[in-house]
């Protein structure tokens, strides 16, 4: 399973986009996905109707903050905080705290859900994750959870680990 953890990163009013595109271009441009997974400025479409013309438009749920899916690390936190725009983290003394699983379930920012292509006993390869490139066995699936129980061969040896659902891929044989 991914040790990555939500965060919530405070911006200046109107940077939300901005900051979090920042984010992401830099991930890119230096291959950091395993550090900053997901970035996201929560939004909900609004439909206002005035003087019998209907708008539509998207309404951002939390205004200046955004929402940082990563490992904390001296790198991924000065990415986020050193970002034009970005303000600091929500925590005491601007000291990142991650959300709880509750607080996650709550906000709703987790809408991924991962389909599962594999059963108990099928041989699977790992495409993305700390774990790339490993094949194994899946032992278990936690579908609330979203992760897979799994034995990898690791230095000759057969070894447990936990892996997000969407990480897994069947192997054919």
């Given at each position: 399973m991914s040790e990555a953890k939500w965060y919530i990163l405070h911006t200046y009013s109107g940077y939300e986009n901005?900051?979090?595109g920042n984010i992401m271009k830099v991930v890119e441009n230096n291959?950091?996905?395993?550090?900053?997974?997901?970035?996201?400025v929560p939004t909900e479409t609004v439909v206002e109707e005035h003087d019998g013309k209907t708008k539509t438009y998207e309404s951002k749920l939390?205004?200046?903050?955004?929402?940082v899916k990563m490992i904390l690390t001296d790198?991924?936190?000065y990415i986020c905080r050193n970002t034009r725009g970005c303000t600091g983290?929500?925590?005491?003394?601007?000291k990142p705290?991650?959300?709880?699983?509750?607080e996650v379930k709550n906000l709703g920012v987790t809408t991924k859900v991962a389909e599962i292509s594999f059963a108990v006993g099928?041989?699977?390869?790992?495409?993305?994750g700390s774990l790339e490139g490993f094949e194994g066995t899946v032992d278990s699936i936690d579908e609330e959870n979203g992760t897979a129980q799994v034995t990898v061969s690791m230095f000759g040896r057969p070894t447990p680990a936990t892996v997000e659902i969407s990480a897994v891929q069947k192997v054919e044989i």
């Open positions: 901005k900051v979090a291959n950091l996905h395993h550090l900053i997974e997901e970035v996201m939390f205004p200046s903050y955004v929402y790198e991924s936190w983290f929500v925590g005491p003394g601007s705290i991650p959300l709880t699983d509750e099928d041989t699977i390869k790992i495409v993305s």
